[in-house]
């Protein structure tokens, strides 16, 4: 499980919730650069290699497909996933889907998310779009 200092207190009934938010930039085919938020510059750069707020890393393992790694491992996914993308004309992608995941992984759970097109097919996210995923997970075995 997570061993990081969360905010406590959340109206929920689900015990340890989590929210985690992976922020990437699409680049030449479809390679995830990881963003952190600058507060200086008011605007998203390039995570460092150990990553950002909780998500360690992502990389595209094919047309459309990525493997987001976290930098810890959870009980489970309570929520699925909602993407936003930030594009300068129409996104590429209409949405996304968890095709897998293993978040109890030693060295940091894992999703495998899917990109695909209006027309249900996969689909590189474009050159230049940004994509904010938000993840809602648990970090307590308590019931």
């Known amino acids: 499980m997570a061993d990081r ?18 922020t990437f930039k699409v680049g030449a085919t479809g390679a995830p650069t990881l963003q952190q938020w600058d507060p200086t510059a008011l ?13 360690k890393k992502i990389v595209r393992n094919s047309t459309g497909n990525y493997t987001i790694t976290l930098q810890d491992a959870y009980q489970k996914r309570v929520l699925g996933m909602s993407p936003t993308f930030e594009a300068a004309g129409t996104a590429a992608a209409i949405g996304a889907n968890v095709q897998s995941h293993n978040l109890a992984a030693a060295g940091g759970g894992t999703v495998v998310i899917q990109f695909v097109s209006s027309v249900a097919s ?3 996210p474009a050159s230049g779009e940004q994509i904010t995923i938000n993840f809602t997970l648990s970090n307590s075995s308590a019931l």
């Open 5 to 22: 200092q969360f905010t406590q207190f959340q109206g929920v009934l689900e015990k340890g919730i989590i929210n985690l938010w992976c």
């Open 122 to 124: 996969a689909i590189d």
């Open 43 to 55: 605007a998203y750069k390039a995570a460092g290699a150990l990553g950002w707020h909780g998500v």
